[in-house]
């Protein structure tokens, strides 16, 4: 097999591992039946088969960093527990490091006991986004399905491009480097999450969960559709004044930073899946308003603004632009900002929300999901972010971070307070 090329935001998160994250992209998923695990472990490999990337480890080079094929054993790629605790093995594999250099970008767990199976996945950020894991969690139940059903077909290799090209194409950008304005590709920032004393301790790995139920979650719904809010700007709004009640900023007003798709912007019929293409925008957003309704129009108009901006085009070219440097020159500028980062104490609170994971029918055979959510990365101090995903109308916000520099009490009362928020809409 040969090699797959790698790209600058592939980059990105390969060096954020172990710097400002863990750069782990994870769900758990809870089935209504008993899972082969033959038959999961060779879902795996015939994923692997559809998306050769799956089955590569990242070689580091000077300039240009390549996706390279290894024959993992499928003991690597899918574990068995069987167990009287299934929180803590859960817990416990959700912990685990993973090492793109050393080990495939892709590991699950399935984890059983006498009552019920459950299934861990775990994606190295380097491979792919949270857009990208979606795609990922599809393909595995596909295959899966189709084991069962003794197909022998295997559905075609994907050979497209993992790049940005096609986006530029998409908006009619021929030369990105003629178009790119640095200054529309900044972002600023004011506030971040502070270090907790004990920051010389070992960080261990912690996540906390806000989940809202079908009722709930349908009366926000309503709530967005009535004032013609996307949920997403909802989510914001809690988020932003939980973070303001919890971390008290100087600033009367402060930004937050929020994921955009790419692929959004692709042909419909796109199969750029498994890959990095997304872009990070700023909403800048003002002083908070009592009125809890009024604060959500308010990240609605700012999120629009932000949008309208151009900003993820130069972002992303700005991105691009960085790789022409080659990857050592990248990691070290990466570092360097980090570095920058942890002295002023500045690092924007980010929001990521996948939507949907149920937006198809997914199932492992004739086996039911009966659970699904997104544990989404753990950032050390002062970065921090909100993941979000929805399955059959219960929404989960994931708050993934490093204990002790991020105190458990801050993510209690945060997600207490966006609760609260939240309740408003009901």
Same mark, same amino acid.
């Given at each position: 097999?040969? $090699?797959?090329?790698?790209? =600058?935001?592939?980059?990105?998160? +390969?060096?954020?591992?172990?710097?400002?994250?863990?750069?782990?992209?994870?769900?758990?998923?809870?089935?209504?039946?008993?899972?082969?695990?033959?038959?999961?472990?060779?879902?795996?490999?015939?994923?692997?088969?559809?998306?050769?990337?799956?089955?590569?480890?990242?070689?580091?080079?000077?300039?240009?960093?390549?996706?390279?094929?290894?024959?993992?054993?499928?003991?690597? /790629?899918?574990? #068995?527990?069987?167990?009287?605790?299934?929180?803590?093995?859960?817990?416990?594999?959700?912990?685990?490091? /993973?090492?793109?250099?050393?080990?495939?970008?892709?590991?699950?767990? #399935?984890?059983?006991?006498?009552?019920?199976? @459950?299934?861990?996945?775990?994606?190295?950020?380097? *491979?792919?986004?949270?857009?990208?894991?979606?795609?990922?969690?599809? !393909?595995?139940?596909?295959?899966?399905?189709?084991?069962?059903?003794?197909?022998?077909?295997? =559905?075609?290799?994907?050979?497209?491009?993992?790049? $940005?090209?096609?986006?530029?194409?998409? !908006?009619?950008?021929?030369? =990105?480097?003629?178009?790119?304005?640095?200054?529309?590709?900044?972002?600023?920032?004011?506030?971040?999450?502070? @270090?907790?004393?004990?920051?010389?301790?070992?960080?261990?790995?912690?996540?906390?969960?806000?989940?809202?139920?079908?009722?709930?979650?349908?009366?926000?719904?309503?709530?967005?559709?009535?004032?013609?809010?996307?949920?997403?700007?909802?989510?914001?709004?809690?988020?932003?004044?939980?973070?303001?009640?919890?971390?008290?900023?100087?600033?009367?007003?402060?930004?937050?930073?929020?994921?955009?798709?790419?692929?959004? +912007?692709? =042909?419909?019929?796109?199969?750029?899946?498994?890959?990095?293409?997304?872009?990070?925008?700023?909403?800048?957003?003002?002083?908070?308003?009592?009125?809890?309704?009024?604060? *959500?129009?308010?990240?609605?108009?700012?999120?629009? $603004?932000?949008?309208?901006?151009?900003?993820?085009?130069?972002?992303?070219?700005?991105?691009?632009?960085?790789?022409?440097?080659?990857?050592?020159?990248?990691?070290?500028?990466?570092?360097?900002?980090?570095?920058?980062?942890?002295?002023?104490?500045?690092?924007?609170?980010?929001?990521?929300?996948?939507?949907?994971?149920?937006?198809?029918?997914?199932?492992?055979?004739?086996?039911?999901?009966?659970?699904?959510?997104?544990?989404?990365?753990?950032?050390?101090?002062?970065?921090?972010?909100?993941? @979000?995903?929805? +399955?059959?109308?219960?929404?989960?916000?994931?708050?993934?971070?490093?204990?002790?520099?991020?105190?458990?009490?801050?993510?209690?009362?945060? /997600?207490?307070?966006?609760?609260?928020?939240?309740?408003?809409?009901?």
């Amino acid at each position: 097999m040969e $090699t797959i090329a790698s790209t =600058p935001q592939d980059w990105f998160n +390969y060096i954020a591992r172990g710097l400002s994250s863990n750069a782990l992209i994870q769900y758990v998923i809870r089935l209504d039946g008993e899972i082969d695990y033959a038959l999961l472990s060779q879902a795996v490999l015939r994923s692997i088969q559809v998306e050769p990337v799956l089955g590569c480890r990242f070689q580091e080079e000077e300039l240009q960093p390549v996706w390279t094929p290894v024959a993992f054993e499928p003991e690597s /790629l899918c574990w #068995l527990v069987e167990t009287n605790d299934i929180q803590k093995e859960i817990d416990c594999f959700l912990s685990q490091e /993973l090492d793109a250099a050393q080990e495939p970008p892709i590991k699950l767990c #399935l984890i059983k006991d006498n009552k019920q199976n @459950v299934i861990v996945v775990k994606l190295n950020h380097a *491979v792919c986004d949270g857009a990208g894991s979606k795609y990922f969690l599809r !393909l595995l139940a596909n295959s899966y399905t189709q084991l069962c059903q003794k197909e022998a077909v295997v =559905p075609a290799e994907n050979k497209l491009p993992r790049n $940005t090209q096609a986006f530029y194409e998409a !908006l009619g950008i021929q030369e =990105p480097q003629s178009y790119f304005d640095p200054k529309k590709a900044e972002l600023s920032s004011s506030w971040g999450f502070p @270090v907790e004393d004990g920051e010389t301790a070992t960080p261990v790995f912690s996540h906390q969960l806000l989940r809202l139920g079908k009722t709930d979650f349908l009366r926000i719904r309503q709530f967005a559709k009535e004032h013609q809010y996307s949920i997403n700007s909802v989510l914001m709004a809690a988020y932003y004044l939980a973070l303001r009640e919890v971390l008290t900023p100087a600033e009367r007003a402060n930004e937050l930073q929020f994921t955009v798709d790419l692929r959004s +912007y692709l =042909p419909a019929d796109s199969q750029q899946t498994i890959c990095n293409l997304s872009a990070i925008l700023n909403a800048d957003l003002p002083t908070p308003n009592a009125d809890f309704s009024v604060m *959500v129009g308010l990240v609605e108009k700012a999120v629009k $603004t932000a949008l309208a901006s151009d900003g993820l085009v130069h972002g992303t070219i700005g991105g691009d632009l960085a790789g022409t440097f080659g990857f050592q020159a990248t990691a070290d500028f990466f570092k360097a900002d980090w570095t920058n980062i942890l002295e002023t104490g500045k690092c924007t609170p980010m929001i990521s929300n996948l939507g949907r994971l149920d937006a198809s029918p997914t199932s492992f055979g004739e086996i039911t999901i009966s659970d699904l959510y997104l544990v989404s990365p753990a950032f050390y101090a002062p970065a921090f972010m909100l993941g @979000v995903s929805t +399955y059959e109308d219960v929404l989960t916000v994931c708050a993934s971070y490093y204990n002790p520099g991020i105190s458990h009490e801050h993510i209690q009362k945060l /997600l207490a307070i966006m609760k609260n928020y939240l309740a408003t809409c009901c």
